[in-house]
Antibody, heavy 120, light 108 residues
Framework: EVHLVESGGGLVEPGGFRRLSCSASGFTFSTYAMHWVRQAPGKGLEYVSG????????YYADSVKGRFIISRDNSENSLYLEMTSLRPDDTAVYYC?????????????WGQGTLVTVSS | EVILTQSPATLSVSPGERATLSCRAS??????LAWYQQKPGQAPRLLIYEASVRATDIPARFSGSASGTDFTLTISSLQSEDFAVYYC??????????FGQGTKVEIK
């Protein structure tokens, strides 16, 4: 069974840094592109970033480009999101997401999410 | 950027009735469109991909269709567990992709 478990959320001050992690199991992690999707409290879903199965290419929403970096470690079955220059509007639950099939397709498995709160 | 517009924002339906949700794309996404269901406090769940293909273990009462840039999710006979928020999402070409703003299906 596929499992995605996010960690690293918490309270961070505006302008601060946070690193999210996602531990994957139950599938061959190194053969799937992976993504981050976020959801602000009471709001809809927003695509954040994606990374190819070997670590390239990477893609970012305009709202996070230049501030967030996505990466992965296939030897550890782990996905990461480094977030810098955080703003209050980055406050959201961040979901780690797996594609249904490889090569940039829809999402068939979501983690439970980790909440990042940006506030002073 | 492709803009996905979902309508209505809220749909009030009685159990057993049919629900029809709409998602309109601002430009062609071919059939690269998915539907997700999200219940309070839970992560989204994939219902439909490629506009009309049911995902694994999704009941037959859920169906998707497409006509150009107009996409429809139909729930043929609403069950109590179907009251939730539904999102469409395109995955045409390469990311970043977009989601619709969601349709909340509530009990009438």
């Amino acid at each position: 069974e596929v499992h995605l478990v996010e960690s690293g959320g918490g309270l961070v001050e505006p302008g601060g840094f946070r690193r999210l992690s996602c531990s994957a199991s139950g599938f061959t992690f190194s053969t799937y592109a992976m993504h981050w999707v976020r959801q602000a409290p009471g709001k809809g879903l927003e695509y954040v970033s994606g990374i190819g199965d070997k670590g390239v290419p990477t893609y970012y929403a305009d709202s996070v480009k230049g501030r967030f970096i996505i990466s992965r470690d296939n030897s550890e079955n782990s996905l990461y999101l480094e977030m810098t220059s955080l703003r209050p509007d980055d406050t959201a639950v961040y979901y780690c997401v797996k594609e249904r099939v490889t090569d940039w397709y829809d999402f068939d498995c979501w983690g439970q999410g980790t909440l990042v709160t940006v506030s002073s | 950027e492709v803009i996905l517009t979902q309508s209505p924002a809220t749909l009030s339906v009685s159990p057993g009735e049919r629900a029809t949700l709409s998602c309109r794309a601002s430009q062609s996404v071919r059939n690269h469109l998915a539907w997700y269901q999200q219940k309070p406090g839970q992560a989204p769940r994939l219902l439909i991909y490629e506009a009309s293909v049911r995902a694994t273990d999704i009941p037959a009462r859920f169906s998707g269709s497409a006509s150009g840039t107009d996409f429809t999710l139909t729930i043929s006979s609403l069950q109590s567990e179907d009251f939730a928020v539904y999102y469409c999402q395109h995955y045409n070409q390469r990311p970043p992709w977009t989601f619709g703003q969601g349709t909340k299906v509530e009990i009438k």
